[in-house]
């Protein structure tokens, strides 16, 4: 019978790439694959901004006739912060109207 996952069978003892064990070859995977890693991230920027160079990511812009805006809010909205504003002035220029708690 032969055992399928016999860690001796397929174990390459330190020997893979030939870099050997121990933390210089940890140090030496964390590198090749940090550089792997920013490789595929430096092509994928790549064809994207090409992509958008392109227009493959944007959309029609189409126009139209009516105006998104809704006229009559707008001018509501005006009128509202007009009525605020002249709050704010007659209380900013007025006279303090509280009495002095102090006398």
């Known amino acids: 019978m032969i055992k399928i996952f016999d860690k001796n069978g397929y174990a390459n ?53 009516e105006s998104p805006l809704d006229k009559k809010l707008l001018q509501n909205n005006v009128k509202y912060y007009k009525n605020k504003q002249s709050v704010f002035e007659s209380l900013r220029v007025g006279k303090e109207t509280t009495p002095d708690p102090s006398v």
Not at 37 to 60: Q, Y
């Open 13 to 65: 003892r330190g020997r893979f790439l030939g870099w050997g064990s121990g933390p210089d070859a940890d140090w030496k995977v964390i590198f090749s694959v940090l550089i792997l890693l920013l490789l595929a991230t430096a092509i994928f920027s790549t064809i994207v901004f090409l992509n958008v160079g392109n227009g493959a990511f944007g959309s029609d812009v189409t126009s139209t006739t």
